[in-house]
């Protein structure tokens, strides 16, 4: 059914403690501006080094691969085909090593190549390249 998992708990507590932070522009590091503007000038300059991304599924979404657990697009809501006893069974190594062929099939479709980097993985991407992330 629609039992919580331990993985999103972590998330959920992890979101919950993110929204107590807050930051003006007397806390900024190294007098850097809090905007986009600021930010990437500070990184061009090299005065921000040590970049750390935290995204989900969500950031491939405009690319066509589906998150999650958006009802009626996300993966979860659309693997009727390979009959799962539960939508995340497909993940799952006991589930894999019964029946590898689901997996396979889903790990077929959603194969790198099939689709384009959105805009984010992009800028990800260049982030390693400059090695600050």
């Not at 809501?77 to 099939?105: T, V, W």
Request: net charge positive; proline share 8%; with cysteine.
């Amino acid at each position: 059914g629609n039992r919580q998992r331990p993985q999103s708990k972590m998330a959920e507590d992890l979101s919950r403690q993110l929204k107590k932070v807050s930051i003006s522009e007397k806390d900024a590091p190294n007098g850097i501006p809090l905007s986009l503007e600021g930010v990437a000038k500070a990184i061009k300059d090299g005065k921000i080094k040590n970049i750390i991304i935290m995204t989900g599924a969500g950031i491939s979404v405009s690319a066509g691969i589906p998150d999650f657990r958006s009802p009626g697009t996300g993966l979860y809501d659309n693997l009727q085909k390979y009959n799962l006893p539960h939508p995340e069974s497909i993940f799952e190594i006991n589930f894999f090593q019964r029946e590898p062929k689901a997996f396979c099939m889903l790990a077929k479709e959603l194969y790198p190549g099939n689709f384009c980097p959105t805009p984010t993985h992009c800028f990800i991407r260049l982030l390693a390249e400059k090695k600050v992330l």
